[in-house]
């Protein structure tokens, strides 16, 4: 588990000092894929340095398994350094190198007696899905494919978590999947903890358990993924499902918001619904996305019956969340 309490960090500016992390507090569960999300300026690369122990912040604490890191000096701050890996940027591969002898090389400083070496290096080429490069050097790869040599690098010393900062950055939607669905399978596999730090929610909704949303320093968001999308009122939701404000909502008897979880009930639960209560069912806006592997949609409804009330309400009981809009005719909080 790692722990980030009250950090805060300054940076002088031209006019007076800019505070790039305003008291942040998160905690990432042994085990799990967090996204570090929010928009330029937010303080993502200032928080991934101090978590890195590359930066120290002006207060706060950092704890791996309950050791304040901040305060370590000296040899113990190298043996912290050991337990976070950071994936390092691409052009930090040796070129004459090959590919092996890139993700060989934190080994071999750390004095890994050649057969181990070999043997993690084999892991690592299988987990990344390079084993058939292994003799290739960095050029001859595909961006994507570098990135991933550089995820298995700092996979090397087995490090308890693991640092990434804009993974997928530059690469196509097919690159950076599998650039992500390594760090999935580095989760599952060698059981290391992952930080992933994005400007971009919808990379984070791909792999991260949870995410913390930061803004200007400071944290406006945290919490699973699930249950942020849940609340219509959050940005991740917003993002993620987005529901365009100016739907007309006029001609319906109620107009509801309905966010479902799960692909049977998308499916089926709305038409099920019209059946059972004899009304009018038209979507009028919403989509849906994945959260890792679990769909998710969110869908503004227009209901017109006797019964829509009804509807509303079996719609809520079989599982699915409704807010009715307040926009909609009579609308009141469900
Ligand atoms: N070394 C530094 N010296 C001065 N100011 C800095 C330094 N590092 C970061 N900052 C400032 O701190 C704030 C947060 O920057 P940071 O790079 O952490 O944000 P970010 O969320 O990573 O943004 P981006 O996505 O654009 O990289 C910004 O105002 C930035 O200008």
Redesign the pocket.
């Known amino acids: 588990m790692i722990t980030v309490e009250n950090l805060t ?5 031209r006019r007076g000092a ?4 305003d008291h942040v507090t998160l905690d990432v569960p042994a085990g799990a894929v967090c996204g570090v999300v ?12 101090c978590l890195a122990l590359r ?1 120290r912040p002006d207060s706060g604490a950092i704890r791996l398994d309950g050791t304040d890191l901040v305060t370590l000096g000296g040899s113990q701050l190298r043996a912290a350094r050991r337990q976070i890996g950071v994936v390092p940027e691409t052009r930090a591969l040796v070129r004459q190198r090959t590919v092996a002898g890139n993700i060989a090389l934190p080994l071999e400083a750390a004095g890994v007696p050649g057969p181990a070496r070999k043997d993690r290096v084999a892991e690592l080429l299988d987990l990344a899905g390079l084993t058939g490069r292994a003799d290739d050097h960095p050029e001859q790869l595909s961006p994507g494919q570098r990135r991933r040599v550089a995820v298995a690098r700092a996979l090397a010393g087995r490090p308890a978590v693991l640092l990434a ?2 993974p997928t950055a530059a690469l196509d939607p097919d690159s950076g999947g599998a650039v992500l669905t390594l760090l999935d399978r580095a989760r599952a596999e060698e059981g290391v903890t992952v930080v992933l ?1 994005t ?1 971009d929610l919808t990379v984070a909704r791909r792999v991260c358990d949870a995410v913390t949303v ?1 803004d ?2 400071r944290v406006v968001e945290r919490g699973a993924l699930l249950d942020l999308v849940r609340d219509p009122r959050t940005r991740t939701s917003a993002a993620l499902l987005p529901l365009d404000g100016e739907i007309p909502t006029s001609g319906h008897d109620r107009v509801a918001d309905v966010l479902l979880v799960g692909f049977a009930a998308i499916g089926a639960l709305l038409p099920e619904a019209a059946n059972r209560f004899d009304v009018r069912l038209a979507v009028l806006g919403g989509g849906m996305t994945r959260l890792g592997d679990t769909p998710v949609a969110r869908f503004r409804i227009g209901l017109s019956g006797e019964r829509a009330d009804s509807a509303l309400e079996w719609i809520s009981d079989s599982g699915a969340v409704v807010h009715r809009t307040p926009r909609g005719p009579q609308g009141v909080a469900a």
């Open positions: 960090k300054s940076f002088p500016g800019v505070l790039a992390l929010g928009p330029s300026g937010a303080g993502k690369s200032t928080l991934a340095r930066e900062d804009e730090v400007h930061l200007r320093g």
